[in-house]
């Protein structure tokens, strides 16, 4: 499973999650990520920080977030394997900033996983071309800053929409979805 962190585990803000202070979760994300583990369900974090190449926070401020996701995470019992991160602005016309599936590649390498067999879920329209890009199916949640458009885009190409992780995860581990397991 390839999740987008921000609107997706945890609270999107306007003006980013600069600190691991601003770090948030969503109700329900961290039990559907143990729920992931539970069922043999490896998990990568795939996300675009641009905030980095902006210098509105540094690596370690990066590195003190992910350490509170995994440990929120753990307390709940799952687990986070791994965490991609585009450190670009889109200026830098970089392969691993979502729409472009770089993150999501490397993600799939690493895990030795084929991407039919992978499941990503964001909360924004370049989620969804991103996996579409890396050739593995979607999910789109509304628990982000996605707007009309997002749905719409999703609606179009046929990617089922939930309220949130917590009710992707449920519905993926009931069967709705077609992939197995990555
Ligand atoms: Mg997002
Ligand atoms: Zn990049």
Not at 169 to 182: H, I, K, M, S
């Amino acid at each position: 499973m390839l999740l987008d962190r921000d609107g997706v585990i945890n609270q999107d803000r306007a003006d980013y999650v600069r600190c691991a202070a601003d770090w948030v979760p969503i109700p329900g994300a961290l039990e559907a990520i143990a729920a992931l583990e539970a069922a043999g369900c490896r998990v990568a974090v795939v996300t675009n920080q641009s905030g980095l190449g902006r210098g509105l926070f540094d690596r370690a401020a990066l590195d003190a977030i992910h350490e509170k996701m995994r440990d929120a995470v753990a307390s709940h019992g799952g687990r986070i394997d791994a965490c991609f991160f585009c450190p670009h602005v889109p200026e830098d016309d970089c392969e691993c900033r979502k729409p472009r599936p770089g993150l999501l590649r490397e993600a799939l390498r690493r895990f030795d996983v084929p991407p039919a067999r992978a499941l990503m879920v964001g909360d924004r329209e370049v989620d969804l071309v991103a996996a579409r890009a890396a050739g593995c199916a979607a999910v789109l949640v509304q628990s982000g800053q996605g707007r009309a458009d997002d749905v719409a885009f999703a609606v179009e190409h046929a990617i089922p929409v939930r309220s949130d992780l917590g009710a992707a995860v449920r519905d993926l581990l009931a069967g709705d979805f077609e992939q197995a397991l990555g």
